[in-house]
T-cell receptor, first 117, second 113 residues
Framework: GAVVSQHPSWVICKSGTSVKIECRSLDFQATTMFWYRQFPKQSLMLMATSNEGSKATYEQGVEKDKFLINHASLTLSTLTVTSAHPEDSSFYIC?????????????FGSGTRLTVV | GESVGLHLPTLSVQEGDNSIINCAYSNSASDYFIWYKQESGKGPQFIIDIRSNMDKRQGQRVTVLLNKTVKHLSLQIAATQPGDSAVYFCAETFSGGYNKLIFGAGTRLAVHP
């Protein structure tokens, strides 16, 4: 079945530094990748949608200059949290989607726990 | 619909009982719905899906019901087991919106032996 590899699974960084999270589709080409953020005991909140080779579309209230998304190939998308602060500490999850003949499936990564100290 | 800062309600059941988890969605244009299970520290795991042209779909021990009139989804789990303990989310999407998947608030299922 479709597999999405996300890493790192956890990262601790100092306030003011940047962190990059990678999301790879291992055995399929992802037309679209989605990035979510999840705070403890809450739901997944969509941050942005990215299509290969084009700029990401950010959800309302998500700072595009803070959360940089690159989707340079059909198998790789990256999320960079720039100038991280403690309030950016969260669980970040990516999802890769394929779209074929009106059918679409979503495969999720295992998530990245970011702690900013 | 969009879930904004809601804390998860909990459904407690006895092992062997049937569980029913409910979800209200907000977008009447949504045409595809998915139920996910999420264990602590992990990504969502697909359980079952349903398209808007159906009102019921069955899988192994799980059934999803869709009521488009009141924009309501339910997930029924038969003979609930301790391994079913997790957080369950419904998610919705619609054709033409880059297929972005929007998650509902979620319900924590606690199965007691």
């Amino acid at each position: 079945g479709a597999v999405v590899s996300q890493h790192p699974s956890w990262v601790i960084c100092k306030s003011g530094t940047s962190v990059k999270i990678e999301c790879r589709s291992l055995d399929f080409q992802a037309t679209t990748m989605f990035w979510y953020r999840q705070f403890p005991k809450q739901s997944l909140m969509l941050m942005a949608t990215s299509n290969e080779g084009s700029k990401a579309t950010y959800e309302q209230g998500v700072e595009k200059d803070k959360f940089l998304i690159n989707h340079a190939s059909l198998t790789l998308s990256t999320l960079t949290v720039t100038s991280a602060h403690p309030e950016d500490s969260s669980f970040y999850i990516c999802s890769a989607s394929t779209s074929s003949q009106g059918d679409y499936g979503y495969t999720f990564g295992s998530g990245t726990r970011l702690t900013v100290v | 619909g969009e879930s904004v800062g809601l804390h998860l309600p909990t459904l407690s059941v006895q092992e062997g009982d049937n569980s029913i988890i409910n979800c209200a969605y907000s977008n009447s244009a949504s045409d595809y719905f998915i139920w996910y299970k999420q264990e602590s520290g992990k990504g969502p795991q697909f359980i079952i899906d349903i398209r808007s042209n159906m009102d019921k779909r069955q899988g192994q021990r799980v059934t999803v019901l869709l009521n488009k009139t009141v924009k309501h989804l339910s997930l029924q789990i038969a003979a609930t087991q301790p391994g079913d303990s997790a957080v369950y989310f419904c998610a919705e999407t619609f054709s033409g919106g880059y297929n972005k998947l929007i998650f509902g608030a979620g319900t924590r299922l606690a199965v007691h032996p």
